[in-house]
């Protein structure tokens, strides 16, 4: 690998040296597409996977149905315009507002089972998918495949069987943090506040979710936390972790976005960054033009005041999608940026991190601004228009659109089941592997120590002990069960 890095450089830096900007992409003169190959039908015959979309707010607040035609005013995804786009699988964010503190799991749950009634109601052209193969499937079947991902660790409420029961509910990724600290990780949106509590990047319980997220096979996603969060979360996960929907801080100084040397680091891990296509994460003229003190604090105080003017009978927080409008109508007083900001960041990416290492996190439906010419998942076909006319080569294009994840996430699901079968050999014994030891005359004090340092996950019951009387097993051996049992 490491001869493999330093030939990699060597070219990089030799193409730079002679002003070629594509040297690590196969030059279009010297592999002209075949004719039959158009930008068009490079994009049909990908599988495209974006991993970030906040659309379930809009099925759960707003009653929105995936099947209806939706305005672009009002929102950037429904089935007709997924089609148009060619989307083959969307992981819908499961977001936790803050606000809803004391129901944080609550709400997760009515977020996600808001994704399941949609796939109920359009069984013909959608399907839930949870694994690598199950999104392949729906390809072959031509459905679209729905997944969800935790945006904001408060949801698991500091409460390690609450993860599992999101991984059981079908949630296959989570990020560490929202723009929250949390109890257990620091996010990058609060990290120069000196108000909030931090950790330094993590905490011990925070190392054991991010263990414990790699045995489940729930892909770490490293979206929204802080750098030393982020280098903390590497050392730790054993699989490749993600960043969902996030662009690169080199081109857009945003502390959301990731250094180049963050950028290396998903390089070593294996892993993926999905670009972010956010006006104000692309795009340094607009992120200064829209994060003006003065008008921040108008906008906020319009936010408030909306609130207050429409506090819920029910006592439950004014949801997000509530007071978008507000958001979208001082968003657009920001000219919007050019589609070749999107473009220059997935560029970045792909030069510093590696072809293999870059992808689409939209984050439609959750962002106030898309690039000019990006109106919804329906313009995902001017994205490879413009990669490949950037020189990049089809196969490039499909593992950009898609096919990095899909090794991603095959990798987080291989490295699940190894860690499953590593911790079953070390966890409590059962019934028939002490049976099974009786019956093969391992001698007493063998079986009692094995008994001692592993524990037994069943109850002695008579039914039990008769079996293993009859296979002539000592008492004290019987013993030793009991009270193996009672730790
Ligand atoms: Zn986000």
Same mark, same amino acid.
């Given at each position: 690998?490491?001869?493999? /890095?330093?030939l990699v450089?060597?070219?990089?830096?030799? &193409?730079l040296?002679?002003?070629?900007? *594509?040297t690590h992409k $196969?030059?279009s003169h010297?592999?002209?597409?075949a004719k039959?190959?158009?930008?068009q039908?490079i994009?049909q015959?990908?599988?495209i996977?974006? +991993?970030h979309?906040d659309?379930p707010q809009?099925?759960?607040?707003?009653?929105?149905?995936?099947?209806?035609?939706?305005?672009?005013?009002?929102?950037?995804?429904?089935l007709?315009?997924i089609?148009?786009?060619?989307?083959g699988?969307?992981f819908?964010s499961?977001?936790?507002?803050?606000?809803?503190k004391?129901n944080y799991?609550?709400?997760?749950f009515?977020?996600?089972d808001?994704?399941?009634?949609q @796939?109920a109601?359009?069984?013909?052209k959608m399907?839930m998918?949870?694994?690598a193969?199950?999104i392949?499937?729906a390809?072959?079947?031509h459905?679209? !495949? @729905?997944?969800?991902g935790?945006? &904001?660790?408060?949801a698991?409420?500091?409460?390690?069987?609450?993860?599992?029961a999101f991984?059981?509910a079908?949630?296959?990724?989570?990020?560490? +943090?929202w723009s929250n +600290?949390n109890d257990?990780a620091?996010?990058?949106? =609060?990290?120069?506040?000196?108000?909030?509590?931090?950790?330094n990047?993590?905490?011990?319980?925070?190392k054991?979710?991010?263990r414990?997220m790699?045995r489940?096979?729930m892909?770490?996603?490293?979206?929204h936390v802080? =750098?030393?969060?982020?280098?903390?979360a590497? %050392?730790?996960s054993?699989?490749?972790?993600?960043?969902s929907?996030s662009?690169?801080?080199e081109?857009t100084?945003?502390?959301r976005?990731?250094?180049d040397?963050?950028l290396?680091?998903?390089?070593?891990?294996g892993? %993926?960054?999905m670009v972010?296509?956010?006006?104000?994460?692309i795009?340094?003229?607009?992120?200064k !033009?829209?994060?003006?003190?003065?008008?921040m604090?108008q906008?906020?105080?319009?936010v408030e005041?909306f609130?207050k003017a429409?506090?819920?009978p029910?006592g439950?927080?004014?949801?997000y999608d509530?007071y978008?409008g507000i958001?979208?109508?001082w968003a657009a007083?920001?000219?919007? +940026?050019?589609?070749k900001?999107l473009i220059?960041?997935?560029?970045?990416? @792909?030069r510093? #991190?590696g %072809?293999?290492?870059?992808?689409l996190g939209?984050?439609?439906?959750g962002?106030?601004?898309?690039?000019e010419?990006i109106?919804?998942v329906a313009d995902?076909? $001017?994205i490879?228009?413009?990669?490949? /006319?950037?020189?990049y080569?089809s196969?490039?294009?499909?593992?950009?659109l898609?096919?990095?994840?899909?090794?991603?996430?095959r990798?987080?699901?291989?490295? !699940?089941?190894?860690?499953?079968?590593?911790?079953?050999e070390s966890?409590?014994?059962t019934?028939?592997?002490?049976?099974?030891?009786?019956?093969?005359?391992?001698?007493? @004090?063998?079986?009692?120590?094995?008994?001692?340092? *592993?524990?037994?996950n069943f109850?002695?019951?008579?039914?039990?002990r008769?079996r293993?009387?009859?296979?002539? #097993? =000592? =008492?004290?051996?019987?013993? #030793?069960? #009991?009270?193996a049992?009672?730790?």
């Open positions: 690998m490491k001869l493999t /890095q330093f450089c060597f070219l990089l830096l030799s &193409g040296a002679l002003g070629q900007s *594509h $196969k030059k010297t592999a002209p597409p039959a190959e158009t930008w039908s994009h015959s990908a599988l996977i974006d +991993t979309a659309t809009r099925f759960l607040d707003e009653n929105f149905d995936l099947g209806e035609n939706t305005p672009i005013s009002q929102g950037h995804i429904d007709g315009k089609k148009q786009g060619n989307l699988a969307e819908f499961i977001w936790v507002e803050p606000e809803f004391g799991a609550k709400r997760a009515d977020l996600i808001s994704v399941y009634q @796939a109601r359009h069984p013909d399907t998918a949870f694994t193969d199950d392949v499937r390809r072959q079947q459905k679209f !495949a @729905a997944l969800m935790i945006e &904001g660790g408060h698991i409420e500091n409460d390690m069987r609450l993860l599992r991984y059981r079908g949630v296959r990724y989570m990020t560490l +943090t +600290t257990w620091d996010s990058s949106g =609060d990290i120069q506040d000196p108000n909030i509590k931090h950790h990047g993590m905490t011990d319980f925070g054991d979710v991010v414990e790699n489940l096979g892909i770490v996603d490293i979206s802080s =750098d030393a969060t982020f280098y903390r590497l %050392v730790i054993q699989a490749p972790v993600i960043a929907h662009s690169s801080r081109l100084n945003h502390p976005n990731m250094t040397d963050m290396r680091a998903v390089t070593n891990n892993g %993926v960054v972010n296509f956010y006006s104000a994460f795009d340094e003229n607009y992120r !033009a829209s994060s003006d003190p003065e008008k604090k906008r906020d105080a319009e005041a609130k429409h506090v819920h029910d439950s927080p004014v949801t509530e978008a958001e979208k109508k007083q920001v000219q919007r +940026t050019p589609l900001s220059d960041h997935i560029d970045h990416v @792909a510093v #991190a %072809v293999d290492h870059v992808g939209s984050d439609f439906d962002v106030t601004s898309l690039p010419g109106d919804s995902l076909p $001017k490879t228009q413009a990669l490949l /006319q950037l020189g080569t196969e490039q294009v499909q593992k950009i898609g096919g990095n994840f899909l090794r991603v996430m990798e987080v699901e291989a490295t !699940a089941k190894r860690l499953q079968e590593e911790s079953k966890d409590a014994l019934f028939e592997d002490v049976e099974l030891m009786v019956g093969n005359r391992v001698n007493a @004090a063998q079986l009692i120590e094995r008994i001692n340092q *592993h524990g037994v109850d002695l019951t008579s039914d039990r008769t293993l009387k009859a296979e002539n #097993a =000592d =008492d004290a051996v019987l013993d #030793a069960i #009991a009270k049992r009672r730790k």
